[in-house]
Every structure is written in C-alpha cells, then in structure tokens.
C-alpha cells in the first residue's frame, strides 16, 4: 500500500502537531512505502501576498520532520513545489473538474468565512485590542496565574490568527460593527487558485497514485472530491488512478498552556523549536484548576491541563501520586508543574538537540529533500506520460 500525505508549511511545529500528526507518520513509514511532503504551493493559496517568510517556514517543518523521527531512509520527504509534474496535472484536472464540486466544497465556504483579511485590519483595531484581550481572557474557564503577564503577552504578539481567533468566536459581530466594515471587506481568499485548493490537492495524491492519505477529520470532504475527480478521470480516458481512503486517525486533542487546543493562533504552543529555558516559562503559566487557589486548597485533576500533560509525559506511578495529592491539597500546581516539566523535558531535549544538529548543516537537510523531491518526480512523471498519452496529447 501507498500512503501519502502533505502539510503546508506554516512555521516550526508544536506537540500537537506531533501527537496529532507526525507521530502517525512516523509510525506508518515501518508499515508502508510512505511518502510526506511539504505542500508549499497550497500555502500560497491563502498567503499569497506574505512570501517573505515562505523558505523560512519550509526549513523550519524540514527540521522538525526529521527531528521527529520521518527518515528518508524510509520514506520520500519532499517539497511539493520542487515536483513540477504537480502543476502540469493541476491544469489537466482543472479542465475535467466541474466549478460546482468546487463551490459546494464545505472546507472551502468554511474557510473563505474563516480567513478575515487581517493583517490590513490589525492596525486600525490595535485601539479596541486591550479590552478585548481582557473579556477575551475572563472568558478562559482557567485560572490564569499572571493575568496581566497573558494579557501582555497576547498585547505583544497579537498575531493575525489571535484577532481570527476572536473573530471566530463571539465577539465577531460586535468588533464588525464597531469596525463599520462588512465581511466582504475581509476575504483574502476570493481567487482561482483558492478555490482550485482542492484540485491541486488531488493532485498530490494521484500523481503517485497513493493508495491511503492519513488526515484528519476537516480533510474529508478533500479526499472525497479526490475520489471523484479520479472517478471522472477513468471514466473519460480509461483506468488510470487508483480511489485513494482516508486514513482517518484518532486524534488526542492535545491542550495548549491555557486549556484550549494548542494552536499557534492560540498563542498557547509549545515548539520543539522553544529552548529549555521557553518550555520552563510556559509550563509554568499554565492554567490550572481555577478553584484552587493555594497549596492546601483541593485540585481537580480532570479539568486540569497540567494533569493532562502528567498522563502524556509523566511516569505511570508519579501520576496516581500526583492525582491523590492533587486533590488532597497536598500538592501545590507550583511543584505539580515543576514535575511534569521535567517529564516533558525528557521527550523534547533529545528532540531538540535533534533539531539543533540538523540546522548546524543546513546543506545535508536540503540533500535529503532535494534526493526525496527527485524520487518523487520520477514517480510523477510516469503518471504524467500515461496521463498524456490517455488524453492524446501525445
Ligand atoms: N490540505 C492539507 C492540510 O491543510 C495539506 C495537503 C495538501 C495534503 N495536499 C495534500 C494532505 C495531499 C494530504 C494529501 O492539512
């Protein structure tokens, strides 16, 4: 079986990532011919006007692939751009693909409602931002231990993704209507290479004629117009691509450092990219149990992101020991945190030192994906000259 998947390089990569993603991958490439790539043209679909950070994002998810454990022994990592096989068969698919599969695509009416054209907005509302930060903080079911060291921290770095991720929520229709602006105003994502998003993507799975694509939930609706463009293709020209499954994996939703699903828009991530010294301060403002106030006071282990990141990182035995005291009060989250920093540190120093050798030779990565790129392509060009030769452009 042939399995494949992408990932658009969108910066450095946190433990979510890991335990959403790549550790499945990871395990995969024992199982499967197995193939992962960075999908560098599928970011600029929505950041098309921000390419100055674009060969940085690559490198960064380049070290932390490997890092983490994809070996180009075996697997074929590479980047999606540097396979120009990707856009020939873009535009063949794009003549056989009916607009409406396209416009009734649900990721696609999601995200065109998603992605608010904010960095234009970011300016005129960095006004409003401090009271909207603190509702947004009050409204955290968390105790935050150093109020005002969050609200700062959000202040600093409000990043495009935080001011959507208020948008997301309820606040989106007040902020709009102080902002005197209406939705259209915001879209960034009303071209032809965003809706032909899925397109391409079906690209990259046909084009090596991969059998399994291990994704998530929201990338269903992808795989399905996959399946029917290939059905189109073989009705059309004869049999030519295999139908690829989802591979749909059980994704632990793993928490940031304030409870809700890490995210970089979240501000909430901890990177395998974060020194030591980073880990440490982030771990120690995480959220706790908001009715335990000081040591003494009774914790609740099971809404307590701390204990959850205890279940991943700590010790079998120190987790039972942890929940009593937890809730005795015995326990103060000062030293909770401290043990399960530890912990944590087990899985990431080795990780980072990974990282940090990988990026001391720069030149041997680039190796590895520029071999893996030109696999890639002597598989692509294959499916290209039976692609030609069916629609008798040869
Ligand atoms: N759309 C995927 C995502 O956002 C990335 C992707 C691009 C992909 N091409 C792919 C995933 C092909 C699997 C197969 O996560």
Partial sequence: MRVLSGMRPTGKLHLGHYFGVIKNWVSLQDKHETLFFVADWHALTTAYK??????????????????LGLDPKKSILFIQSKVKEHAELFLLFSMITPKSWLEWNPTYKDMKYNLLKISDMEIQFRGGMRDLVKEFISKIPY???????????????????FVKAVFDGYLESEMLKELNVSKRDFYDTDTYGFLGYPVLQAVDILI????????????????????????????LYGDTFPEPEALLT????????DGRKMSKSYNNAIYFADSKNEVEQKVMRFFTDPQKLRKGDPGRPEICPVFMYHKLFTQDEKVLEIERDCRSGKL????????????????????????????????????IFDEGSE???????????EVREKMNLK
Avoid at 375 to 385: C, V
């Fill in 50 to 67: 921000k390419t100055s950070e674009l060969q940085e994002n690559i490198k960064e998810v380049m070290l932390d692939w490997v890092a």
């Fill in 208 to 235: 090596y004629k991969a059998n399994a694509v291990p994704v998530g939930e929201d990338q269903l609706p992808h795989i399905e117009l996959t399946r029917e463009i290939a059905r189109r293709f073989n009705y």
């Fill in 375 to 385: 696999k890639a392509r002597n598989i692509a060009s294959k499916t290209l000259e």
């Fill in 250 to 257: 059980e994704t632990p939703k793993l928490v940031g450092i």
């Fill in 143 to 161: 105790k935050v231990e150093d109020f005002e060291a969050l609200e700062e921290l959000i202040l600093d770095e409000v990043s495009e993704s």
């Fill in 332 to 367: 103060g989250c000062v030293e909770c945190k401290r043990i399960m920093f530890e912990g944590l540190e087990k899985v990431l120093e080795p990780i980072r030192e990974k990282r940090e050798n990988l990026r001391k030779d720069m030149k041997h990565l680039e190796d």
